[in-house]
Each structure stands twice: as C-alpha cells, then as structure tokens.
C-alpha cells in the first residue's frame, strides 16, 4: 500500500485528513477562475508547515518581548529583505495577519475615529476595509466612496478629484477587488498630495504582476503599500505593509502593538518563500502570462457576445455582466461550479440586483496559469463557460456533467504545483 499524503495527520485524524484528501482533489480536478486564488508551490507549502508556527515573538527583528529569537529573527529579516527587493519598497511589515489587518492598521498609523477616509465604493470593485458602511472602517471612520463611469466602467478620477477636494480624507485608497484596468498611481498620487491625504494602494489582487513587472508599481507614488500574499503573488495566506521610510515607524507601531499580538513566523517564513520564488526570471513569465490569458480569454468571451465591464482587461481579472444572457450571476457560478468550473458571482457596477444575487461573474487566469494553461487553452475556457451558462439559463444538468468530463481531462494534463498528481 502506498504512504498516505499526509501519514501524521492520517494517523492521528483519518476523518480530517479525508477532508484535506477531497479539498487537494477538487483544487486538481477543478478549473479554478476566481481571481484572488492560486497554487502555491510545494515550497511555500513545506514553509508554512513548520516548526515556527511554535514559536512567540511579539516584537521586531532585535527588539523582541520573547527570548529564544536567534532563528526567527533571521526568518524575518530574509522575508523583510526579499519584499523590499522585490517591490523596490523602503520599508516593509510582513507581520499582517492578512489583507483586512494590514489596512486597519494603516488606518490606525495615519487617522483617528470620525476621520474622512475615501476609497472606491464596494459595487464599484472597491474592497471593505476601503471605508464601506457595513465594515469597522465604514464605522468608525467616514467613508466617502468614488466608482467607475457608467459609460466605460473605468475608475472616474475627475470624480476622484472633485470628492478628495469636497471632502479633504485624511488617507485615500486605490485598489480593489474587481477592477479590471490598470490603476492610474501617479494620477491618485498627484490628487492625495494636493488633498494632503495619505495615499495607499491597496495592491493585493494585482501584486504579482507588479512584481512581475506585469502592471505598473505603486512604490514612489504611494505612501503605503498594502498587499495580501496569496493571490498573484502565489504565497501563503498572509500581507505586507510597505511604506516610504517617514512612515516606517508610525507604521510598524500600527501593526504591532497597535493591532496584532505575536507574527504568524510559519507564515512569514513561506511569505520568504514565495517572495523568493517571485525574483526568479521564470516568474516574470509567469506574470506576463497571467495577463496574456486573461486578454485572450475576454477576446474569446466578447466574441460569444458576452458584455464585460470596461469591455476587457488589463490584468488577471474579468468582471463579465451577464444581464443581456438573460441570467442571474449566482445561477450561472452555481452551475459552472457543478461544470468543474470555479468563479464568483459578483455585483457590476450599477448593479439592479442585490449584492448576494448579482448580475456579474468576477473571473480571472492566476491558477490557469500557474497549471501551464496558455493563450491557446483560453477559446476553449471561453466555450466552456458559454455553454455553462446557457445550460444554467436552460437547467440543462446533462451538458454540465460533459462539461465536467471535459475539465478534468485537461486538468489532469496539467497538474498544478503544490498538489499530489493524479
Ligand atoms: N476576498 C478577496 C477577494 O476575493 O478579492 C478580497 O479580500
């Protein structure tokens, strides 16, 4: 009988170990688009698996409230070392526990409570902790929220413009979960210094490419840089704050003791990792790719007729409007889920529907592409998700089940890092 996967964890706890079998097993047979996950490396995994999830360290690299520091120092220092080289950055904080962490701590560096933050609106692409209602920075801040033109569903930064000198933010965000163009940095640069506000870019989605060289970087124009590590960046679930060097401080107190207790040291040692993996040449291609397959794969969907905000891409993401295919969003994710086909349902800009019962789709190539699909795959990911969403229009279970069929085929063909090949 061959070793089990996982033998400790089988040993000890067969019925989770089963879970972590099925779990590797849908992320092999399944075509992954949504576009904020990917495959992490067998590296990045082994790291964030060890040893230094048992250890403490309160503090920073030298200025510990723990003792016992001499490895973890060194495990930090590498993963500080390799953001900044990567990302060009002054500074770094790879301490965050994630992406919503991270950028309460920024508002806890530069604003106080009641303070006007501004960012882009939820429905528009923007993200939660950019200062929407329902989350604590929409609470305890004041969040006045910009969006994209009606007519081309592209950031309005004359809109921008006009809100930051009405309203004065103390801190302006760019980014997002869903915007699909590149982010003008200068021009958001340009408005915040005018405004005196604190610009952060918010580059979570888009971080590989700009390590990549894929998208242009926000280092120099942006006072802080926010960012998870898990999406393009293709590292563990984690973040880092990079920050001009005036803001170091105010920024390092946010994180720590501002916010958190003791760093996730597993984390950072496979955020090491990854950062490591992201200076190859080859990830540079890798970037590049992303981006090529996400311009072919819109082509390939604009010309079955399917309507995209802002008409196509520019990076990983597509955000596909599907009213005029006369179906809701969350019916077709649901269907091309059962299709082998992972997506979000997600709200258009000037959505009609209601947030959890959207009109869009929020697809994109980061796990295709770390899988080694190409430009050539992308017509047929592009009639795969047509013929899904004219069998979820239809309740035609037999085409998604062929559809299903037909993924696994190709995903067998294309093992993806990190996980046991079939
Ligand atoms: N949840 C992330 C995403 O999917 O875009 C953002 O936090």
Request: hydrophobic share 45%; net charge negative.
């Amino acid at each position: 009988m061959s070793q089990p996967r996982h033998p400790a964890l089988s040993a000890a706890d067969p019925e989770l170990a089963a879970l972590v079998g099925a779990e590797e097993r849908l992320q092999a047979d399944t075509l992954r688009l949504i576009p904020s996950e990917n495959y992490v490396s067998a590296a990045v995994l082994e790291a964030g698996g060890t040893v230094l999830q048992n250890k403490y360290s309160e503090g920073y690299a030298g200025r510990r409230y723990y003792e016992g520091q001499q490895v973890i120092d060194q495990v930090e220092r590498l993963a500080v070392g390799r953001a900044k080289a990567v990302f060009g950055a002054e500074h770094a904080n790879v301490q965050p526990y994630s992406g919503s962490p991270a950028n309460l701590a920024v508002y806890l560096a530069f604003a106080e409570p009641g303070d006007t933050v501004m960012g882009m609106a939820l429905p528009m692409g923007g993200h939660l902790t950019h200062g929407w209602g329902v989350s604590a920075t929409g609470k305890w801040f004041r969040g006045v929220q910009y969006g994209v033109r009606a007519d081309t569903g592209v950031t309005d930064l004359d809109e921008v413009r006009d809100l930051a000198r009405r309203e004065r933010p103390k801190v302006i965000f760019c980014g997002g979960t869903a915007v699909p163009r590149v982010i003008d940095f200068p021009a958001f640069a340009e408005i915040a210094r005018e405004v005196g506000a604190v610009l952060v870019a918010d580059i979570a989605h888009i971080a590989g490419l700009v390590a990549g060289g894929a998208h242009p970087s926000p280092v120099g124009h942006a006072d802080v840089v926010s960012t998870t590590t898990h999406k393009t960046l293709r590292g563990p679930r984690g973040a880092i704050l990079m920050a001009r060097e005036e803001h170091a401080k105010a920024v390092d107190k946010a994180v720590f003791p501002g916010l958190q207790g003791g760093p996730h040291n597993q984390t950072t040692a496979a955020i090491a990792v990854a950062l490591h993996e992201a200076a190859q040449p080859s990830f540079r291609e890798y970037a590049h790719g992303v981006v090529a397959n996400a311009r072919a794969l819109a082509e390939a969907l604009l010309a079955r007729g399917f309507d995209l905000v802002s008409g196509g891409t520019d990076n990983h993401l597509i955000l596909m409007d599907l009213t005029g295919k006369d179906v809701p969003g969350k019916v077709a994710a649901k269907a091309l889920d059962r299709a082998g086909i992972v997506v979000n349902y997600n709200t258009v800009p000037f959505d009609p529907r209601k947030p959890f019962d959207p009109s869009g789709l929020r697809i994109g190539t980061p796990s295709l592409t770390s899988r080694g699909l190409g430009t050539a795959h992308m017509p047929v990911v592009a009639e795969w998700i047509d013929r899904g969403v004219t069998a979820a229009r239809a309740g035609d279970e037999e085409t998604l089940a062929k559809i299903r069929a037909e993924v696994a085929d190709l995903m067998a063909a294309h093992p993806a890092p990190g996980l046991p090949m079939a």
